[in-house]
């Protein structure tokens, strides 16, 4: 069973920046595509991210388009989401999900981590 682990979450300032990661557990990792979700309590997660595992296309809400960049290192089996000009707002937890479908319905994917606290204060 593949378990995915978030880090790089903590407390920063208003535009400041941060780079989180996300590493599954199994060797035979190798899913279609990896995605980063949000969610603040009471509300639904929201997409943020998507990457295809065995290529480079990625995936952005347009809130994120610019500030936001997502990688993978395939031998490492990790992703990276690294954020920039961070606001208030997206204070949130932010997870990862792996699944066989590009998509921005958290729905669709199978396997989650537990999530990393991001805090941005103003």
């Known amino acids: 069973q593949v378990q995915l682990v978030e880090s790089g979450g903590g407390l920063v300032q208003t535009g400041g920046s941060l780079r989180l990661s996300c590493v599954a557990s199994?060797?035979?990792?190798?899913?279609?595509?990896v995605a980063w979700f949000r969610q603040v309590p009471g509300k639904e997660r929201e997409f943020v991210s998507a990457i295809k595992w065995n290529a480079d296309d990625t995936y952005y809400a347009d809130s994120v388009k610019g500030r936001f960049t997502m990688s993978r290192d395939n031998p490492k089996n990790t992703v990276y989401l690294q954020m920039t000009r961070l606001k208030p707002e997206e204070t949130a937890v932010y997870c990862c999900?792996?699944?066989?479908?590009?998509?921005?319905?958290?729905?669709?994917?199978?396997?989650w981590g537990q999530g990393t606290q991001v805090t941005v204060s103003s």
């Open positions: 199994a060797r035979s990792f190798s899913p279609y595509a």
């Open positions: 999900a792996s699944g066989t479908v590009v998509t921005r319905n958290p729905h669709a994917y199978e396997v």
